[in-house]
């Protein structure tokens, strides 16, 4: 059977490719386990000098492996929904606190859990083909894999923009907002990833090329009007002012499930006074909540599963979720 996560040694590097193709590398619960395994080997071997993680095929990583999480909360199974989102989080903190310098070589596309195993890396190189996104509250969960932490420290309120639209980056803009550190042309990927196994992460700095303009430079003022607002009444409130853009992403967090536009903005607003082990622990709490909730089934149901696009939420507006329970459910 072809191994879900290949880690070799190559050089001076220990490398990780995931090697899920045909589910754009989707996470599943061996694979993270594969993950933190070879992390836990490699870590005090001396002839390891970094770790270098990539994607077999068109994704780096499209996130986890949600159909099978939306399988358990039907059935009633907590203890799988505990052990995958718990092992996931976990995987998060070992990458985050690694001693190690960890690369990710990021091509195609990188979502959800593919941004948990490469933003807390040392080093995110992106190509112009990379994108990255956190669209969590259209299927009703909301930005985890420690994103709670990261997405508030990112320029102006921008990280709440993207939490909550699910806004996509391409390679240059990730750069440009925090999320990646390097951007290398495409077809530089196989050198650079040769080089770094010959001569470490000091290669990197011969592959990095120039950025192109961030294509949100023009909205990043009123992303920080609108997305600063102190609740999320008030930020719709402010979007009515801002012309085409603002009326675009009103309708953007209008689809969404209104119960994850409500738990996300709470999640990512605490997140910006936590370390990432608090925010972990936050998200892990979370996920306890929401994957009961209709939302999620129904969510993952009309965007991966039927992919209809119509999920019918519960309540279908913002103005009729019980907000009691959703503080509850943050605190």
């Given at each position: 059977m ?11 590097v ?29 870590r005090?071997r001396?002839?390891?000098h970094?770790?270098?993680?990539e ?17 358990a909360a ?9 052990a995958?989102f ?18 990710a ?30 669209p ?5 969960l909301?930005p ?7 997405l508030?420290?990112?320029?102006g ?8 639209t699910?806004t ?7 750069v ?5 550190t ?42 920080g009007r ?6 999320v009444?008030?930020l ?8 085409e ?15 994850s536009?409500?738990?996300?903005f709470?999640l ?11 925010c972990?622990d ?19 149901r009309?965007m991966?599963i ?12 913002i ?6 329970a959703i503080?509850?459910a943050?605190?």
């Open positions: 072809t191994e879900s996560v290949v880690a070799e040694i190559r050089g001076r220990g490398h990780l490719t995931l090697n899920r193709p045909a589910s754009l590398n989707a996470l599943d619960l061996p694979m993270i386990r594969a993950l933190a395994a070879a992390l836990g080997a490699w005090d001396p002839d390891i970094a770790v270098v993680i994607g077999e095929g068109r994704a780096f990583c499209a996130g986890g492996d949600i159909r099978a999480i939306r399988d039907l059935a009633g199974d907590a203890a799988t929904i505990e995958f718990g092992e996931e989080y976990a995987l998060n903190r070992q990458i985050a606190a690694y001693a190690k310098p960890y690369v070589l990021i091509d195609g596309i990188c979502m959800g859990g593919g941004v948990g195993v490469s933003v807390h890396g040392s080093s995110r190189v992106v190509t112009e083909a990379a994108m990255f996104a956190m969590e509250t259209g299927i009703a909301f985890d894999v420690g994103t709670s932490h990261v508030p420290r990112l320029p309120a921008l990280g709440l923009y993207l939490g909550l699910g996509r980056l391409t390679g240059a803009d990730a440009h907002a925090g999320l990646a390097h951007f290398v042309p495409r077809a530089q990927l196989g050198a650079l990833s040769a080089a770094l196994a010959e001569d470490g992460v000091g290669a990197l700095a011969g592959f990095a090329a120039a950025l192109p303009p961030f294509s949100l430079a023009a909205h990043m003022p009123a992303i609108c997305f600063s607002a102190p609740t009444p008030e719709l409130a402010r979007l009515d002012h801002e012309g853009w603002g009326e675009t992403t009103r309708t953007t967090l209008r689809a969404m499930s209104p119960s536009i409500l738990w996300s709470g990512l607003r605490r997140g910006a006074h936590r370390d990432l082990p608090a972990l936050a998200e892990l709490r979370l996920t306890r909540f929401v994957t009961r909730h209709p939302d999620f089934a129904e969510g993952v009309a991966i039927d992919k209809d696009r119509t999920p019918k939420w519960t309540p279908p507006a103005e009729d979720v019980d907000t009691a503080e509850a943050l605190s």
